[in-house]
C-alpha cells in the first residue's frame, strides 16, 4: 500500500518530508525546479547535521 511506496520510495519520502517542512502540497514541492527541490533537501540534510553537532557538544559540556 501506500505505506510501504512512502517508506521504499526515497524521492517520495523527500516529497513528503519537504511539503510537510515547507508547508506546501505534494503537487507544489513537484512544481519546483529539479535544482530548487535538491537545494531544500541539502538545506535540511546540513541544518540536521549541524543541530546534531551542537547537541552533541551540549551533552558533553554539561558532562561531569
Given at each position: 500500500?501506500?505505506?510501504?511506496?512512502?517508506?521504499?520510495?526515497?524521492?517520495?519520502?523527500?516529497?513528503?518530508?519537504?511539503?510537510?517542512?515547507?508547508?506546501?502540497?505534494?503537487e507544489e514541492?513537484?512544481?519546483?525546479?529539479?535544482?530548487?527541490?535538491?537545494?531544500w533537501i541539502?538545506?535540511?540534510?546540513?541544518?540536521?547535521?549541524?543541530?546534531?553537532?551542537?547537541?552533541?557538544?551540549?551533552?558533553?559540556?554539561?558532562?561531569?
Open positions: 500500500g501506500s505505506w510501504k511506496k512512502v517508506r521504499s520510495d526515497s524521492e517520495l519520502y523527500s516529497i513528503l518530508a519537504l511539503g510537510q517542512e515547507l508547508k506546501k502540497s505534494m514541492i513537484c512544481l519546483m525546479t529539479q535544482d530548487e527541490f535538491y537545494y541539502a538545506y535540511f540534510k546540513v541544518k540536521a547535521e549541524k543541530e546534531k553537532l551542537h547537541n552533541g557538544r551540549s551533552a558533553t559540556k554539561y558532562k561531569t
